[in-house]
């Protein structure tokens, strides 16, 4: 089953999406986390991307970060709260943003796409490798593959989505950390630990949901929910101001100096004509003329 596209990098206008389907969603539970990391194994494995080199840095994350070639991480992060000691563990890997900023930086037609259920994908072979999409997106996650001059990340697992699979990495998970339906379910679902959370002496918790992006398609429950940051997560995430200027004002006025441009040059041709070889420009008052040529009076 094939999906329609809402959104098309480098289009002035949306694509027609003839079906219309409810957005899907990931629900990320960072307070059942166990970094099993089973997780990351199977994105690796379902993608078939090749394995990444790792060094001990004095922490059970795998890696420092994304890469070209790892798109998803368990984040581990230690936390002093009042004398006791927290892991706040987080899967990073793309938002899946409903306002991506990737899309809006991309300045070629068709690498990078919405479809109608939300999930943001790149198409690689549309892809010039720019890297404009990794300046437009606050979480830092499409990453350079300097091998291929292509830009990668998470795809939400779209091939089995399509089909009616969960991503890999919810299937993997054993403590039910990740689930996966639509967005209105799974905010349903955050919304009734986020209360057991409170009830258990987490007062802070909340859904990670920024709007600043239109909200995203991985929905996360974060124990302290008033400090993202502790767990990388940007505090109120939105796309560039660049981005947004570039794409919006300065397009606009660049397009009008093209133009304006190109009617100045149709102008001066109506008027003047074409120029033949022999034409010279009109002196100015204090051009001299070259020496020897003064004619004697």
Not at 254 to 277: C, Q, T
């Amino acid at each position: 089953m094939s999906l329609e596209l809402r959104r098309v990098s480098a289009s002035s206008a949306p694509a027609t999406a003839v079906r219309l389907l409810p957005i899907v969603s990931k629900l990320v539970d960072t307070s059942t986390c166990i970094g099993c990391k089973a997780c990351e194994v199977a994105c690796q494995e379902w993608n078939d991307l090749p394995p990444e080199p790792t060094t001990q840095n004095g922490t059970y994350q795998t890696l420092g970060g994304l890469t070209a070639n790892f798109w998803n991480l368990i984040r581990f992060n230690e936390h002093d709260e009042k004398g006791a000691l927290h892991w706040l563990m987080r899967k990073d890997q793309c938002m899946h943003c409903a306002d991506p900023g990737c899309l809006a930086a991309c300045p070629a037609p068709g690498a990078i796409v919405q479809y109608v259920n939300g999930i943001v994908d790149f198409q690689q072979d549309q892809c010039i490798g720019c890297g404009y999409c990794i300046t437009g997106c606050p979480f830092d996650v499409p990453k350079f593959n300097r091998e291929t001059n292509r830009v990668h990340k998470c795809t939400l697992c779209v091939d089995r989505v399509s089909v009616g699979l969960q991503p890999a990495c919810v299937k993997a998970c054993p403590t039910g950390c990740l689930q996966f339906g639509t967005k209105d379910h799974m905010l349903e679902v955050a919304e009734q630990r986020v209360a057991q959370l409170k009830a258990n002496g987490f007062p802070e918790a909340a859904v990670y949901d920024p709007p600043g992006v239109g909200g995203t398609g991985v929905v996360t429950v974060l124990a302290f929910g008033d400090r993202p940051e502790l767990y990388g997560l940007p505090r109120d995430p939105e796309i560039p101001l660049m981005v947004r200027l570039w794409k919006g004002p300065l397009k606009v006025l660049g397009n009008l100096a093209m133009v304006g441009g190109i009617v100045a040059a149709a102008a001066h041709f109506v008027r003047f004509g074409r120029k033949h070889e022999g034409d010279h420009e009109p002196r100015g008052p204090h051009d001299r003329e070259p020496s020897g040529t003064r004619t004697e009076r």
